[in-house]
């Protein structure tokens, strides 16, 4: 079954609405010496978790890069964008919540512009095969000691990264939490990904994936071949109270961020309120000033004509902090509202419809992750042995 033509899809709507500063290339960088693949058989793969609507830290570090990458990538190139909903379950999730947040996700993809027609988009939970390989990597290419030099489950429990797993003292994290690294590997490898953007932070959990790539390579035939990192331009966006940790929709304060569906006034009371310091003067220091500077990345980000945060500190000066926050509103409300605007449409469709316009974006996507899935594993299954 193809998907639905619903008026919102024809002309399609979602292309040609991203903030006038998305609209330029982007320039990845490489961070592994992997062999390059040819043009013709490149995939990119990336993933992000079903928290519901993000926030503009999501949108700057992964998103529009999405987006920048579905534009300029050749026709042969294969992406595959995935809501990673077996991820969210580390810990325990409200179903009717999770279900939601899952919608007003994809919701989001579409409304940033991910074009489901070029791009496969799809729920992990649609696709077994990822659970299958995760199974098999856990148990053949896998080690305990490979699992606890992983910082990020660490960083989750609130323990040191330099501390012993073996100690009891350390604390008792989930297995989920502390194996989903090799989940992420199989979410990579089961698509034959060439291509994984990733921020700073996930550089380590890439690594991994290629250690596992070469442990399995070894103990089987060659199936697998290791996936590049692109190292994500964006750089991290920081709370707006707490300059110094990063912008996350876990913090109990909605004043800490912005979502990328929040109207003008409530972008405008974030600003207004946000953390910085006692200098009524504007600059660009991101150790000495970091509440200030986090102000002018967002102005930078959002500003049509793509200045550094250094040049729009020069251009301000003489400015007192407060011109500055309604500058960065003003430059933050412009840029997003035609994600806003779309994304509303998208909803307002899917309701109109009663839910089968993003069921049916889910389902096509499913179907086309599903039959990808499968062609890595009927290779996979020939070489550990299942008999077929």
Request: aromatic share 6%; net charge positive.
């Amino acid at each position: 079954m193809s998907l639905p033509r619903h008026r919102l899809l024809s002309p399609h709507p979602l292309k040609n609405v991203l903030p006038k500063s998305s609209c330029l290339p982007i320039s990845f960088r490489r961070l592994n010496s992997a062999s390059p693949q040819t043009h013709e058989n490149q995939v990119i793969f990336s993933g992000i978790q079903p928290t519901g609507v993000p926030h503009i830290g999501n949108y700057l570090g992964a998103l529009q890069q999405w987006v920048n990458l579905q534009s300029t990538a050749r026709p042969s190139t294969k992406l595959l964008f995935s809501i990673v909903d077996w991820h969210a379950i580390t810990k325990a999730q409200d179903p009717a919540l999770l279900a939601r947040r899952s919608r007003e996700t994809l919701a989001t993809l579409l409304a940033v512009g991910i074009d489901p027609e070029r791009s496969v988009v799809f729920l992990q939970s649609s696709v077994p095969q990822h659970l299958e390989l995760y199974w098999q990597l856990l148990c053949t290419a896998t080690t305990w000691g490979g699992l606890s030099r992983m910082t990020s489950w660490k960083s989750k429990i609130g323990i040191p990264a330099d501390s012993d797993p073996l100690d009891p003292i350390s604390g008792k994290p989930p297995m989920g939490l502390f194996n989903y690294p090799v989940l992420q590997a199989a979410d990579i490898l089961i698509h034959r990904a060439t291509h994984v953007p990733v921020g700073d932070d996930q550089s380590q959990h890439l690594e991994l994936t290629r250690q596992l790539t070469t442990s399995f390579n070894h103990i089987y035939a060659t199936t697998f071949t290791p996936p590049q990192t692109l190292l994500s331009p964006a750089k991290r966006i920081m709370s707006l109270t707490t300059p110094l940790s990063k912008m996350s929709k876990s913090d109990h304060n909605p004043l800490s961020r912005i979502l990328i569906t929040s109207p003008p006034a409530a972008i405008t009371l974030a600003l207004k309120a946000a953390l910085t310091d006692s200098l009524n003067t504007i600059t660009y220091s991101p150790l000495e000033r970091p509440g200030v500077s986090n102000l002018l990345d967002l102005y930078s980000y959002f500003d049509p004509q793509q200045r550094t945060p250094a040049a729009l500190a020069a251009s301000c000066r003489g400015m007192g902090l407060g011109a500055l926050k309604a500058l960065v509103a003003e430059a933050v409300v412009e840029g997003l509202a035609p994600v806003r605007e779309t994304y509303e449409r998208v909803v307002g469709e899917d309701e109109s419809s009663g839910g089968a316009f993003l069921r049916g974006v889910r389902e096509r996507g499913g179907r086309r992750a599903r039959d990808s899935a499968e062609e890595t594993m009927v290779g996979v299954r020939r070489a550990m042995g299942f008999w077929r």
